[in-house]
């Protein structure tokens, strides 16, 4: 079993910036790529960014646009995602996940309970 937490959520202006965590417990995530997503309300959950398993190499959906960077911390058994110059359609819920396997395009199967994001313009 693994437990996935987020925290680093909150409410920040437009052009502000956020970094996001995600812990995790229960088993080592070191073999594992991970994700981060978000759901927007009235909207379906979607891509954010993916990291491989060991760092080395990250992935981000188009929106992103150069303003996030994800990240992780295999000491510290954690995933991060910095994001700066927010805008008011980034406000979603975040949720980080683990994949089945190594790779961000794995089904996942460890769900965080999500970290609300809210960006005013």
């Known amino acids: 079993q693994v437990q996935l937490a987020e925290s680093g959520g909150g409410l920040v202006q437009a052009g502000g910036s956020l970094k996001l965590s995600c812990v995790g417990s229960g088993r080592t995530l070191l073999p594992y790529a991970m994700g981060w997503f978000r759901q927007a309300p009235g909207k379906e959950r979607e891509f954010v960014a993916g990291i491989s398993y060991n760092g080395a190499s990250q992935y981000y959906a188009d929106f992103v646009e150069g303003r996030f960077t994800i990240s992780r911390d295999k000491d510290k058994n954690t995933a991060y995602l910095q994001m700066n110059n927010l805008k008011p359609e980034d406000t979603a819920v975040y949720y980080c996940?683990?994949?089945?396997?190594?790779?961000?395009?794995?089904?996942?199967?460890?769900w965080g309970q999500g970290t609300q994001v809210t960006v005013s313009s």
């Open positions: 996940a683990k994949p089945v396997n190594s790779y961000y395009t794995d089904p996942y199967d460890y």
